[in-house]
Structures are given as C-alpha cells and as structure tokens.
C-alpha cells in the first residue's frame, strides 16, 4: 500500500511514533520517483479518522524455533484490544483488511471488535497461500500463474488444503495427481521457508494485500480466497476461513461455494474446528 499511490493519504500508526516517523519520511523520499500525489504520515488514530479502509499489522514477535501462527493468539489479540475499539469509532465506515496472525482468529475478533458488519472485515487468509500454489503450478505447467485458478482454501495454516477438485485453467480442470498433490505439499511449508531464511515475509503478502485494497478502491469485484465469516457453507458459519469471495468498494459482497470434493469437504470442516479452538481458547472478548 505504501509504494502504490493509491490512497489520498496514507496514515502509519504504531507504538512508536518514531518508527512510524522514519517510515513515513523514507516512503516520501522514495515516492518522488513515482508520479504520486498521495501524503505518507506517521499520526494518530484521530489523525487518521474518517479512513475509508484500515489495515492491520500490529504483531507480537514469534519466539521460539518451531513457532507456528496461533502462537501469536493471545499477544496479537490484546493489540487488537488495544487499537480496533478506537480505530472503528473514529472510522466508522471503513473496510479492514487483517494481515496480523493466526489471521483467521484474528480475522474473527475484528469483527467483534469493531462491530462493523462481517462483509467489512477481510482477513489476507490464504490468498498469500493460493499464490505461492499457483507460482508453484506454474513454473511447472508453463502458464502464466494468473491464468491459473487454483486455491487454497480454509485456514491460513498448517491444515489449509488446495481444492485440487475446482483447479482449472483454459476451462480444463486439473484432476488431482501426484505432481498437484507435492507442489500443494511445497506450498503449506513455504512462508516457514521464507521466514527462516530472512526472519519475516514481506513482498508475497504486501502484494496480496494490494490486491483486496485495489479491488475495494476501485470497485474491481476480483473473486480471491480471502479469510471471511463463514455463512453457512457446508453447515459451518460462525468462524472466519478462507473461500473465494467477491470485493467491491464495501468489502465482501459475495462469498463463493465451490462443490468440493467429499475430502476437501472434511478439510474444510477440519480447519473450521481447529480456528474454532483458537478462537475459543482466547476467552471473552
Ligand atoms: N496473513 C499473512 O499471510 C501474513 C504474512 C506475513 C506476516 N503476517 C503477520 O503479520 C504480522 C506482522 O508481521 P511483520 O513481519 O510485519 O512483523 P514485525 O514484527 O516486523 O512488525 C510488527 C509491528 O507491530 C508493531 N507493534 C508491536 N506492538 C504494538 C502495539 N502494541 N501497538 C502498535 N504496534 C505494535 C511493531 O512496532 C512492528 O512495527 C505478524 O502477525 C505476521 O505473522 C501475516
């Protein structure tokens, strides 16, 4: 978002004020080389009040070396404690984009939150997953990654799974097979793989972020998996998870059910319970 002149005015607010000063100074600097006339601030959250969209990052480190996203649960949701209550009384209208992990739980306490109605929260979900998948496919298929529509879908963690069954490109579907199934096994591991080489990830999820920003911006209407609140799909409602849905200017306006197969089905069901435990250990809030 900051690199792109998307926004009239761009607000970065974090505990401290000096590193969001030093960010706000730098991409200044570097949006001279852009035909810009976007203004890059450090502030407030009344500073940035009446924002039309909101993302959050704000995270708690990871500490130890074989730490997986829920492990961020609790610290991650005291920050959301902290900030989303003021941020959506000063910005009532906006639509949140959730970035911060595990970001289904968190996708879910946002909208609790806010209160803002769910189709004004959207998690990054497995979008960030759905990519890697399909860079993976197709380096190995030889077509472009963007004519490829394939997805990741339920959790944004170890136990998403690719709805290998509504895989096609060109209208021919991908059936299933062994070179599907390990690059889908490559994709799982992968933002670990990232992270352990340069201790965060940055480029593939501030892309895909820029994407469901685009799409609300512009009105696009993109269909992309995006951590929403399940409305029902396959008896499950009532927990945030990843489906293809629709985003316009009002956030989500429509959720796609894909028919998946009867193993994907139990996936789906699988990761509903396990975000569900998440959420459930997290307590009142
Ligand atoms: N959804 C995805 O696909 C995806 C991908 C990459 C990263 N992430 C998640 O995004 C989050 C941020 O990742 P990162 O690599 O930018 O982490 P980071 O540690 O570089 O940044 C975290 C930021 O949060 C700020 N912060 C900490 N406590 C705060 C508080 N109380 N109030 C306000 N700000 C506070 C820190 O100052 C820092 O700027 C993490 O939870 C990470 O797991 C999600």
Redesign the pocket.
Known sequence: ATMEPIFSELWLL???IE?AEGDAMDLTHASALRNSNMTIQAGSIEDAAGSDVIIF?????PTGKDWK?SD?AAG?LA?LE??LPALARSSPDAVLIM???P?DAMTYAAIQLTGFPPERVIG?GTL?DSIRYRSLLSEELQIHSDDIRAYILGE?GDDQFAAHSVTMTGGEKFLPSETTRRLFRETVNL?YEVFNRKG???YG?AL?TMTIVDSIVYDLKHTMPISVMIDGFLGVEDVCLSLPAVVGRRGVTRILHPPLSDEEATAFHHCAEKVRQTIEALGEF
Request: aromatic residues 8%; proline residues 4%; glycine residues 4%.
């Open positions: 974090n505990r401290s590193k990052t704000a995270s708690v480190p996203r961020l991650n920050l902290n900030w970035v911060s992990n970001v990054t960030v944004h933002g965060y990830t940055n999820i895909a």
